[in-house]
């Protein structure tokens, strides 16, 4: 009796998980064709609210990840559109054509995203020529993805090029800014130059003019002692003459006193 009602009660269980699942999967398919009908009057942010409903009910569900990934794309969110196509593409059950569609968007969303951003151009077209090669790989006959991939490669050489054309352009501003500073080290050094002669020759003018004071001074200092020599010249001739005089009347007066002075002989 007690393993009867066991069965009864696994059989009501599953019964259950299916009902689930299949109200589920109808509520999936009522928010695709939701986001499809405002998809085609181009209402992308109603579709992707669609979408998102979508994925809420089951985040791996290839069409509401592909769908909301081509909503994004609409709104010119490539990131976002890119990393959705990368999620569709993680479903191991989806066929080739659905993985080499993806891989076509993926390529087209990073394609996008390189000409919106100059910085990042190369790396995203580098990834988009990646996602176009493996869609050409799942789909060769794909003459939409061929064209784009071309063009994607054009646009990296473009990019590349640039790049090189800027380096070179760096490297001769910088080249040119060298120049500029060794030219004005020069100019400064030359100026320097010129200061110090300036200032060597205003010293060697008031050298000069020191000297010719001096020289000045010398002369009159000369004079006031030639002068002084001559005065000195002539006391020592008056000193002389006055030596002279008292010589001269000394003896004038020996004479005298001789004449005056008579002495007695014995005769």
């Known amino acids: 009796m007690g393993y009867r009602l066991l069965t009864i009660g696994l059989i009501g269980l599953i019964g259950l998980i299916g009902v689930q699942s299949s109200v589920q999967a109808q509520d999936i398919r009522g928010a695709l064709r ?58 191991p059950d989806i066929s080739s054509v659905q993985r080499s ?16 951003d100059k910085q990042q151009g190369m790396e995203m077209f580098q990834q988009a020529i990646q996602s176009y090669q493996e869609a050409l790989r799942l789909d060769p006959k794909n003459d939409d993805t061929r064209y784009n991939l ?8 473009q990019a590349q090029q640039q790049q090189q054309n800027q380096q070179g352009q760096g490297q001769g501003q910088q080249n040119q800014k060298q120049q500029q500073n060794q030219k004005g080290q020069n100019k400064d050094q030359q100026n320097k130059d010129q200061q110090n002669k300036n200032q060597q020759k205003e010293q060697n003018k008031q050298d000069q003019k020191k000297n010719k004071q001096d020289q000045k001074n010398n002369k009159g200092q000369q004079k006031p002692d030639k002068k002084e020599q001559k005065k000195q010249d002539a006391e020592r001739m008056l000193e002389a003459v006055k030596n002279n005089e008292r010589q001269t009347l000394k003896e004038q007066t020996k004479k005298v006193q001789a004449s005056e002075f008579h002495s007695e002989k014995d005769w």
Request: glycine share 8%; hydrophobic share 30%.
């Open 150 to 157: 071309a063009y994607a490669r054009r646009l990296l050489q």
């Open 34 to 91: 939701d986001g499809n009908r405002n998809y085609k009057k181009e209402k992308w942010e109603e579709a992707e609210n669609w979408y998102r409903h979508a994925i809420e009910i089951d985040s791996m569900d290839y069409r509401g990840l592909y769908n909301l990934g081509d909503a994004l794309y609409r709104q010119k969110k490539y990131d976002e559109a890119a990393n959705l196509f990368d999620k569709a593409l993680g479903r």
């Open 101 to 116: 569609r993806a891989f076509h968007n993926k390529g087209n969303s990073y394609l996008k995203a390189g000409m919106e």
